[in-house]
């Protein structure tokens, strides 16, 4: 035995550790197991089930809702064809799309503010970040309703200034919609931008300003780029549940702003056509695949630290 | 962007009764000194002692509660960071973790707008003996190397005044003494005026022409380094710097230029030269006298024969005994009762004094000093390195 590894024997006997058995190989896997087989069940097996349905077609003579399990590739053909469909399939990501830009508009600052100007009360505005989830969804998002009402103050301010007609509204309108799903999903946004900038090292952006980078500059050369995870993350977890949110559009739009999220749930509820609601959930989640590759691509997390 | 401007000067910097305040507490009190253009000048002092602070106000990092800052002619006290002929080298390097060393380098010249940066950063990168790794990321280099490039980011630049905030306190033993070396050579090179703020009393000695102790906010004493560990003023760089021995006497008389002192030991000439200025002649003034362990010559009282008399000596015997290799410490317990350290070097192993054994300890005049008995006999004990 080499003094090395007998100093190294000694080491591992005196920090009290056993040398690693064989099972210990397998504790990765075990403790993967769980996580596994949750997403086995709950994701793989709907999934495959959901792409079979998407396929099938009506049996003949047969009554509404009722299919046989073909491979009618036909359907996703003659769905995003369909102008009923590929509109507001394109009018959900016009306005999630929105909503992102404008959640990273506000959630940015907000995030850079308790980051660096909070001092004690950083903790107290964390808080604030999440409060809203306190209260459910629905009865959030149908608050902004009353809020946004004909007879409310918000809209007698904006008619009495002229910003807004004395007939127009604020509610139902595509206004209200991105506004819901912008105020929905800015917790989403503001939360992991907040993480990369407050790992931030300060002593970075002094050195940029010792290097001569005027503050601005150094926020576009230094903070900016160190938080680009938070903001890939944080306009992910906005724009990917917003493109297929049906609650904002139901609550707060009318039928001309329906997206596609309205779509697959009137399909699936109301005309029990299952295959073509199958087939819309498939495009939906293809597109957003698509797109955030291109994203995540482009912008290119791996090189930051 | 419109570039902004910086200001442009060169010559030495002053300090100018520069105060920091945070709350009640002053950091650095009404401390005024010149670094002399092309010096490389350290702040020695332990840590809280406001030397960091003192480099924060040079960088413009921190606002000076009452004071100016100059460089040559030019009032830089509140200019902006980012328009001062300063540049950083920071204690933990902050290099930019999203750049290549190259960005990294060229950084403050882009911000200058200096179009083609290739040729200054090539040379930079030459300077520190890096210029294979332009391409890597900070966090794929050693401690060593990043705080080279933090060095070559600053240098580039050609400040009128480099700031070093304990730059090598990172690095391991071996590492760092290199790096004193290297930090010499490349100050030299270069010849730009070094500020370099340690608590480590090797490394400002090893490289500063000019060192000044720093203590609760103010500069306790400063000079060339040998001036400070021959002739301390006061008894915190008396022990700060090195060790000392300091005991208390009281003056008996001035004699010529001779200052003679008693305790319960005995009589002690010093030179007047080796007074400090803070020490009042009068007979019967208390004072410390002092003198370096390694200037004292250790003997057994057996050999000693008659009384040198030229030297000052004090009689009493060893307590304790260490052997470290080029030199052997006793410690000493004279007859008065007061604790002398010596160090002996080690001429012959075999000559070694036992613990118990009566010995005479002698040092010649000059090699002593002589401080104001007002002093704290451990001030700066404790935390020296």
């Known amino acids: ?305 | 962007m419109a570039k902004h401007d910086i200001t442009q000067a060169e010559g030495d910097l002053y300090l100018e009764n520069l105060t920091k305040a945070f709350g009640d507490f002053k950091a650095v009190n009404d401390l005024s000194l010149q670094v002399p253009q092309g010096s490389f000048f350290a702040l020695l002092g332990p840590s809280g002692c406001g030397k960091t602070t003192t480099l924060r106000m040079v960088a413009g990092l921190e606002d000076p509660t009452a004071g100016n800052i100059r460089i040559g002619d030019s009032d830089i006290t509140y200019t902006k960071p980012y328009a001062r002929p300063v540049n950083t080298v920071f204690q933990n390097y902050a290099l930019f973790p999203h750049m290549d060393i190259y960005e990294n380098v060229a950084f403050g010249l882009k911000r200058r707008g200096v179009k083609d940066t290739q040729k200054q950063v090539d040379d930079a990168l030459e300077l520190i003996q890096l210029s294979s790794v332009a391409k890597r990321k900070p966090t794929q280099l050693s401690g060593g190397q990043q705080q080279r490039v933090a060095l070559a980011r600053a240098i580039v630049n050609r400040p009128a005044v480099l700031l070093l905030d304990e730059p090598l306190g990172a690095l391991d033993l071996k590492l760092r003494r290199q790096m004193q070396l290297e930090l010499k050579r490349i100050q030299t090179e270069v010849g730009l005026t070094f500020i370099h703020v340690t608590h480590d009393q090797e490394e400002a000695m090893t490289m500063a022409d000019t060192v000044a102790v720093m203590n609760e906010g103010v500069i306790e004493q400063m000079g060339p380094p040998t001036d400070l560990y021959e002739s301390p003023k006061t008894a915190f760089v008396a022990n700060f710097l090195g060790q000392s021995n300091l005991f208390p006497a009281k003056i008996v008389e001035l004699s010529g230029e001779d200052l003679i002192l008693e305790d319960i030991d005995g009589r002690y000439i010093m030179p007047m030269s080796r007074v400090s200025d803070r020490v009042s002649t009068t007979a019967g003034t208390g004072v410390l006298v002092g003198v370096r362990p390694e200037k004292i010559a250790i003997t057994r009282f057996a050999d000693a024969g008659e009384a040198p008399t030229h030297g000052n000596f004090v009689d009493g015997h060893v307590l304790s005994m260490s052997f470290l290799g080029v030199s052997t410490q006793y410690e000493v317990r004279t007859r008065g009762g007061d604790m002398i350290n010596v160090f002996s070097q080690n001429l012959d192993v075999h000559n070694v004094l036992p613990p118990g054994t009566e010995v005479r300890l002698s040092w010649l005049p000059h090699h002593g000093f002589v401080l104001s008995g007002g002093e704290d006999i451990h001030a700066g004990m404790d935390q020296a390195s």
């Open chain 1, 1 to 305: 035995m080499s003094v090395a590894a007998a100093i190294g024997d000694t080491m591992k006997d005196a920090s009290g550790q056993e040398p690693p058995k064989k099972a210990g190989r397998f504790v990765p896997y075990m403790l993967m197991a769980p996580g596994m087989l949750w997403l086995a069940i709950f994701f793989v097996v709907p999934i495959a089930s959901l792409f079979l349905t998407s396929l099938q077609t009506p049996v003949p003579g047969g009554q509404v809702g009722e299919f046989e399990q073909t491979f009618n590739f036909a359907n996703y053909v003659n769905t995003l064809t369909d102008d009923t469909y590929y509109v507001p399939l394109i009018r959900s990501f016009v306005y999630s799309g929105i909503a992102t830009l404008l959640a990273l508009a506000i959630g940015y600052p907000l995030a850079y503010a308790i980051a660096f100007k909070s001092g004690k009360n950083r903790n107290l505005l964390l808080v604030m970040v999440i409060a809203p989830f306190f209260v459910s969804f629905i009865l959030r998002t149908i608050a902004w309703r009353q809020i946004l009402a004909d007879e409310g103050f918000v809209v007698g301010i904006l008619r009495s200034i002229g910003l807004v007609s004395e007939t127009g509204g604020l509610y139902p309108s595509a206004f209200a919609v991105i506004m819901g799903l912008t105020y929905n999903f800015l917790p989403f946004m503001t939360l992991p931008i907040y993480a990369s900038l407050e790992r931030v090292d300060p002593r970075l952006i002094e050195a940029s300003g010792d290097l001569y980078a005027h503050p601005f500059t150094g926020f576009r050369k230094v903070t900016f780029p160190l938080s680009m995870p938070g903001v890939v993350a944080g306009t992910l977890l906005t724009f990917i549940p917003a493109a297929g949110d049906y609650v904002n559009a139901a609550l707060l739009g009318r039928p001309s702003n329906t997206m596609i999220g309205n779509r697959i749930e009137y399909t699936f509820l109301s005309v029990n056509d299952y295959p073509t609601a199958a087939v819309l959930s498939f495009i939906l989640m293809a597109c957003i695949l698509a797109m955030v590759l291109v994203y995540v691509r482009r912008v290119g997390t791996e090189d930051l630290v």
